[in-house]
């Protein structure tokens, strides 16, 4: 079946730092693949989505490229803000069957950003 | 932004037990979703509701839980006799279309004691 695997948190950073979260997927087909963020005490909210190999999605300076050949969609960001600090869930959904709308999410990654 | 409102923010209850879980979607959103996270694990998929009726459901979504939709305006959880194991955030979601994104709650934390 379909899967998401996300890199291990938590993780800390500097003010202005480089962010690197990695994902890989396993599906069938070609799945649509998400980035979604959870900040303290709200729900999870789209960050970004690419729908085929080799889209990039960007939103709020962050950026994932879907890479068929690797089977992956790292987010990055060049530059992150304490307002960054939040959990990232990488997600994806698949375009067969009467799936509308369900989503394999990975675990979460905290991220915490310090002045 | 209209968004999609859960109550109790946190549920605590006795092994057993029945528990529903209260969810309002977005006024015009027609595809409704409950998921969940154990505590250190992955969100996962629950079920998704459609035209009054459950459209997909994954292997965790038994005979103990149903999902109803009263009145046009709630969406519900119930879990009829709680276990350990269903304790657990749960977040509720809603969409569209289903083919757009989807607008999820803050989610409800469920510790069944």
């Known amino acids: 079946g379909d899967s998401v695997t996300q890199m291990e948190g938590p993780v800390t950073l500097s003010e202005e730092a480089f962010l690197t979260i990695n994902c890989t997927y396993t599906?069938?087909?070609?799945?649509?693949l998400f980035w979604y963020v959870q900040y303290p005490g709200e729900g999870l909210q789209l960050l970004l989505k690419a729908t085929k190999a080799d889209d990039k999605g960007s939103n709020k300076g962050f950026e994932a490229t879907y890479r068929k050949e690797t089977t992956s969609f790292h987010l990055e960001k060049g530059s992150v803000q304490v307002s960054d600090s939040a959990v990232y869930f990488c997600a994806l959904k698949n375009a067969g069957g009467t799936s509308y709308g369900k989503l394999t999410f990975g675990q979460g990654t905290i991220l915490t950003v310090h002045p | 932004e209209p968004e999609v409102t859960q109550t109790p923010s946190h549920q605590v209850t006795q092994m057993g037990q029945e528990v529903i879980l209260r969810c309002v979607p977005i006024s015009n959103h027609l595809y409704f979703y409950w998921y969940r996270q154990i505590l250190g694990q992955k969100v996962e998929f629950l079920v998704s509701?459609?035209?009054?009726?459950?459209?997909?459901k994954s292997e965790i979504f038994d005979d103990q839980f149903s999902v109803e939709r009263p009145d046009g305006s709630n969406f519900t959880l119930k879990i009829r006799s709680t276990k350990l194991e269903d304790s657990a955030m749960y977040f509720c979601a809603s969409s569209p279309t289903g083919f757009e994104k989807l607008f999820f709650g803050s989610g409800t934390q469920l510790s069944v004691l």
């Open positions: 599906a069938t087909g070609y799945p649509s």
């Open positions: 509701f459609y035209n009054n009726e459950i459209s997909e």
